[in-house]
């Protein structure tokens, strides 16, 4: 099974091109304080654990955890290896946590231990690490009703070198309940002499039957630590969003044999069209097949599409257009019985498109003299004929092999792929190289986890839905401008956002955070001086700056609450109005 290319398709009713800006709101949040009677252990990185990668995955872990299942209730593991729950129904009245599960008081603390890890499974399960190796399915009850039952270790088994838990389903399969669980490893790879010596494991374990024992264990490796890896909702496949590509690597300790690498010398297949732009309009040059008549084209133009085609033949050009053009303006014509020639109006000038058709690269764009001269004349400064254009003489020029992993730029090959779970191999993957990650949130908990994505300014909100091939993640929401905003935040620890998309949230690694609320009326008439227009709808930014000098360490969102975790307490910021 190859693996085909996927373009993410945007959903252009939920973008908002007259967003001006937020405006800074001095509203109150109401904040309420939890003093917590043991700290919360953040777990110091080793000497050891001295790459980027450990930093990624174990330096900015997130301690606090949200049950998707029952809104307003987080939970946490403690220095004493208690996993606490705090439910709240009253502000005003919050409670102490409360204690649902105690890690074994045996559980001996390795030198290279991690943090406990946990991840709510279901409405009565959990999954549930306790830093040093072994894995806890926990059978917790309806974890929402008042019964405040413990929870019950159903399975426990030491699994080797520390992981954390990534994310975790249950569903029953022929009629057996079984649990499919993502751990994350960073090990010391002997293979690897050129970077930090160092690969990232995913390991995708599978707990069934009646015993509840390890069914089936799959090994995924990697280079980097993945921004996104979840489990389908039954257990049929697996998406991972990293920087560096995955792949599996074994089965139940069994090698899995690896694709044929594609040589070398690829043969690059001629163009099947070029194109120019300028900042008003695009010029498309199609090549046909010989013996073609007008009459046998079929072209269709619309605000946001173009399928270009001969009768008998596949597609020559179809897709999303990078940007919207006037289908009315636009205009083609038939040349020498060999090409077609397409003249495309753009519906904003100024902009050029860095490609024509979403994910088509069967085209090759041709500069007009004018545009290469422009460029070339502004990257003259940045050019010298000497080796070292250093004008510091005693400085030798950079090595590139001293620079470290958070010095280099991210990678093209960033993406986001789905994996069938029966052959482990790729079906589809997106480029990522031009979208950055953001955050995950779980918006229904029913289905797979969102990811959040920057494109261009904005941040948009992707729902994968592996049911559906043709659309696998959809388009669910538009944070506007927050990818602009969140680039500016250089202390920024952690993001996320309401379930129900009415606001985004970020934080610093101490004291603040930022809130974003989504355009919303107003009751007063404001007026744009500079428009000359009234406005009718306000975007806000709030900023919270909490009582305390400790880090940051947990942060979550629901529609009307924020919490806030640090070593010593747990912050409930009031977000619904």
Request: charged fraction near 25%.
């Amino acid at each position: 099974m190859a693996a085909s290319n996927y373009s993410l398709k945007v959903n252009r009713d939920l973008l908002d091109p007259n967003f001006e800006s937020y405006r800074l709101s001095l509203d109150p949040i109401p904040t309420y304080n939890v003093e917590l009677d043991a700290a919360v252990e953040e777990v110091k990185l080793k000497d050891t654990q001295y790459t980027l990668e450990h930093m990624r995955a174990f330096g900015m872990y997130n301690y606090l955890h949200l049950d998707p299942w029952y809104e307003d209730s987080v939970l946490f593991v403690d220095c004493k290896g208690r996993v606490l729950s705090l439910t709240i129904t009253l502000d005003t009245a919050l409670g102490k946590p409360r204690e649902v599960f105690h890690l074994p008081a045996e559980c001996s603390q390795r030198e290279d231990s991690l943090c406990a890890s946990l991840s709510l499974t279901s409405a009565t399960w959990a999954a549930l690490s306790d830093g040093t190796g072994r894995l806890y399915l926990l059978r917790t009850g309806k974890r929402g009703d008042s019964s405040h039952m413990k929870w019950e270790a159903l399975f426990s088994a030491d699994l080797g070198e520390p992981f954390i838990i990534f994310h975790s389903v249950s569903h029953v399969q022929a009629g057996v309940h079984t649990m499919e669980v993502l751990l994350l490893r960073i090990l010391k790879d002997p293979e690897e002499t050129k970077g930090s010596g160092y690969s990232v494991s995913l390991e995708w374990i599978t707990v069934a039957n009646k015993k509840y024992e390890v069914k089936k264990k799959r090994v995924l490796r990697g280079k980097s630590v993945p921004h996104y890896a979840a489990v389908e909702p039954q257990g049929k496949g697996l998406m991972v969003a990293s920087e560096k590509p995955f792949v599996f690597t074994d089965v139940d300790g069994r090698p899995v044999e690896q694709p044929d690498p594609e040589p070398m010398e690829v043969e690059k297949a001629d163009p099947i069209y070029f194109w120019q732009q300028t900042a008003e309009d695009i010029t498309v040059c199609v090549r046909v097949p010989e013996g073609v008549t007008k009459e046998e084209v079929q072209f269709r133009l619309t605000a946001n599409d173009i399928s270009i085609g001969v009768q008998s033949f596949p597609p020559l050009l179809e897709g999303q257009l990078y940007t919207s053009v006037d289908p009315e303006a636009s205009a083609w014509i038939f040349k020498n019985d060999k090409s077609l020639e397409v003249t495309l109006q753009k519906r904003s000038e100024g902009p050029m498109w860095p490609e024509l058709v979403l994910g088509d690269r069967r085209g090759e764009y041709v500069m007009s003299d004018e545009q290469a001269a422009l460029i070339h004349e502004r990257l003259t400064h940045l050019t010298s004929e000497d080796l070292n254009g250093n004008p510091d003489r005693d400085k030798p020029p950079c090595n590139s092999q001293e620079l470290e992993d958070c010095d280099g730029f991210p990678e093209d090959s960033s993406s986001l792929t789905h994996f069938d779970g029966e052959s482990l191999r790729p079906t589809q993957v997106v480029n990522l190289g031009s979208h950055q990650y953001l955050f995950t949130v779980d918006v229904n908990p029913s289905e797979m986890p969102c990811l959040c994505l920057r494109h261009d300014v904005d941040a948009l909100v992707w729902q994968p839905r592996p049911d559906q091939p043709s659309n696998m993640w959809e388009h669910v929401a538009t944070f506007n401008a927050l990818g602009y905003v969140q680039a500016s935040k250089r202390d920024k620890k952690f993001a996320t956002c309401a379930p129900n998309f009415s606001y985004a949230s970020l934080c610093e690694c101490l004291r603040r955070a930022f809130i974003y609320r989504q355009p919303a009326p107003v009751e007063t008439v404001l007026f744009n001086r500079k428009q000359g227009r009234q406005v009718g709808q306000v975007a806000k930014q709030q900023v919270a700056s909490l009582d305390s000098d400790k880090s940051i360490l947990g942060f979550r969102a629901t529609n009307e609450r924020l919490y806030i975790l640090t070593a010593t307490n747990l912050f409930v910021l009031k977000t619904s109005h």
